[in-house]
Antibody
């Protein structure tokens, strides 16, 4: 199982970025995906969730990004995306994609991408 | 939203020490709690899920316990590679899948 991230970089406040997360070594469409971020020197913050197509591709967002970020997935390409719009300086963080695995009643974030740095600054 | 607190924030320990970290939830979350280890510049690594189930490949010196609102992560004999920051995460009521603020385990 591998999750390889791309995208990110330096962007100005108010602009947009798109992050990608390519999965391999597993049936991508069978798993929910999440994005988690970590501001410099800070803890982990869950950002967004997308379910599998079997569950309608439902999405959920943290209050801090709701209305500005959009999570999506393309199962034909085994890629999850996070579109970051109306960027704010407080969005500066390392962003991780992570696979959501449900077994029985236990859900867990079992595999993580390598992380990608997003810096929002003028 | 469910809030998680972790104690202590920092812990100084030596190789071979038995170490216990605590995570408390603001309301009952049954056993829907996970523990992660994170080293500087690296992605978090899942150690424990379901409060007490060891993730595949994780050394048996790590163990988790608890239910409801109080949980512990124990390292039975601290190894050099265990110096890291540890986070708990609740998966009972979401969104959000909240994380605790972390406990940093450092060399004494």
């Amino acid at each position: 199982v591998q999750l390889v991230q791309s995208g990110g970089g330096l962007e100005q406040p108010g602009r947009s970025l798109r992050l990608s997360c390519a999965g391999s070594g597993f049936i991508f469409g069978d798993y929910a995906m999440n994005w988690v971020r970590q501001a410099p020197g800070k803890g982990l913050e869950w950002v967004a969730f997308i379910s599998t197509k079997d569950y309608g591709g439902a999405t959920e967002y943290a209050a801090s990004v709701n209305g500005r970020f959009t999570i999506s997935r393309d199962d034909s390409k085994n890629i999850a995306y996070l579109q970051l719009n109306s960027l704010k300086t407080e969005d500066t963080a390392v962003y991780y994609c992570t696979r959501g695995f449900l077994s029985g009643s236990n859900y867990r974030f079992d595999y993580w991408g390598q992380g990608t740095l997003v810096t929002v600054s003028s | 939203d469910i809030q998680l607190t972790q104690s202590p924030s920092f812990l100084s320990a030596s190789v071979g020490d038995r170490v216990t970290l605590t995570c408390r939830a603001s309301q009952g979350i049954s056993n829907y709690l996970a523990w992660f280890q994170q080293k500087p510049g690296k992605a978090p690594k899942l150690l424990i899920y379901g409060a007490s189930t060891l993730q595949s490949g994780v050394p048996s010196r790590f163990s988790g316990s608890g239910s409801g609102t109080e949980f512990t992560l124990t390292i039975s004999s601290l190894q050099p590679e265990d110096f890291a920051t540890y986070y708990c995460q609740q998966l009972d009521s979401y969104p959000p899948f909240s994380f605790g603020p972390g406990t940093k385990v450092d060399f004494k």
